[in-house]
């Protein structure tokens, strides 16, 4: 079996309960393999590092090949084949050496795309890939916090421990011990929120994503006063936009203490740029904060972009000398003169505005969101088009522009993480089966109402968004499912591991969500199309 193949068959497995602070183990009736397992994960990560940097295995040619057979084998699981005694042993290393791979990958995915060898078919089989990788580490990280906290980090604590302590991080060698304020002035921060509607937006793209946000990190090199309050240079900040308030600027620290269950730090690849990004984030910086003080913020652009991607091809069909000619909105990209006339911006835009103002891509391979007949409805009446490609934050995972440099989660977070994301992928492949959301009709009253008032100028500061009755309510049928399929799930996994030994597999937990549908009694929000 070739390396990457045996690591995708523990990237998602049941190593542990879904949880880093619930009780402590119960005696379970583990299977009588599980007492003779012998495959060595450490040694399975090391040899395929060793396959990821052998420029004649593993090339443009034969990378998305090997990278999707990898994950393709998730759902083949099996457990009982792992050497816990050893993995338990070694938790600390294998954690360093699932982040060492996703970083061989990313630096052999910048050097296809400096060849011109880095198509979007090869950029989606690294998602899956990093996703797989991901999942190993924080299934990893949960059965060490659970039996031995104090094993977390090793023989080494990196900076960032010290400095945001709610993560967890596992974090690039060379940089370790870099302080926050030695951070370049301008980064790039991949992140996921705790609610069912950042994991519907980080399972929207029809490829695998695992984000839901992203936000512009930035150093100041001048005092500036920001809300009210003055902050010396040196500062570090974050642009961001978001649903209830649009785009808005807030302290780095106040960032990392929000309520993020994931965050990856990136820099600038191409350190000869990092002038020309300083400078166009400054003026973003500066721009956000006018809008604020002026009391007209930058607003949310619930589209996720689709909208001016498809206003700039009529612009393009219609300019004198076009005629005849037709622009295909896949390809079409704003550029940073656009976005200077831009007043609403989805998340990651922020990103790409401050990047296409510095002459730079950010995201040369966007996401496609979910095109089934169920989903496609849904994203419709969200203002979303289908057929355009989005910026989706996730789309910085597979960005050659960037250099990952750590990844943080929140152990005890991660739990009801990856039950929402089970959620939130199964309701949307039932919507594609033939059911819809619903909400009753005294619902449905409140959000036209609510929608309405919120057009209001008096009313964003009340905290209600300026969002269409439509999305109102399918985002609030959307969350009640997705909550009582979280709870039931969170039961049931704990009951399975007390009766197996171990966490259900992906196949098994779908398989347990289309059962427990029924019993659920979501009919109030989930139907059958009539």
Known sequence: MRPLTLLALHALVGLTPLCADGPAPRPARAPEALRHAGVDLEAALRAGLRQVLD???????????????????????????????????????????????????????????????????????????????????????????????????????????????????????????????????????????????????????????????????????????????????????????????????????????GKNNREVLFFLRDPAKQAALDQAAEAFFERVLLAQASGAPLGYDFSMGTAKIKGLVAELEGTPGNEGRVFDPAVVRMDGAHYRDVNDYFCSEVGEAVFATAGLQLFPHRSTVEAGAGTRRLFESWGIDPSIPISAPGDADVSPALVRIAEGAKLGLLRANHQRHAALTSVFRWLDDGYTLRVPWYVKAFGKTAAGYARLPILPSFGLPKVSADVMISTIALNKVASKLTARLAADDEAFFAEHGRAMTPAETYAHLDRIRGELKLARWLRPVE
């Open 55 to 257: 420029p004649e295995g593993f090339n443009a040619a034969t990378a998305d090949a090997q990278l999707r057979l990898a994950y393709e084998q998730l759902f083949t699981l099996d457990a009982a084949r792992i050497d816990l005694a050893r993995l338990d042993a070694r938790a600390a290393q294998v954690v360093q050496l699932t982040f060492e791979l996703q970083l061989a990958i990313d630096e052999r995915m910048a050097e296809f795309d400096a060849a011109g060898r880095y198509p979007a078919k090869l950029a989606n089989a690294k998602r899956r890939a990093l996703r797989g990788l991901r999942y190993l580490r924080e299934r990893v990280l949960l059965r060490t916090a659970r039996a031995d906290p104090g094993r977390l980090y090793g023989d080494s604590t990196p900076r960032l421990a010290a400095w945001a302590p709610a993560f967890h991080w596992t974090v690039r060698a060379s940089h370790a011990q870099l302080p926050p304020e030695r951070f370049p002035r301008t980064f790039v921060l991949l992140s996921e929120g705790g609610s069912p509607t950042s994991a519907a937006i980080a399972r929207s793209a029809d490829e695998d994503n695992m984000f839901s946000h992203l936000s512009v990190g930035y150093v100041s090199d001048q005092p500036y006063t920001v809300k009210g309050v003055d902050y010396p240079a040196g500062t570090p900040f974050t642009i961001e936009s978001f649903i209830n308030s649009g785009v808005t600027v807030r302290l780095l620290e106040a960032h990392m203490s």
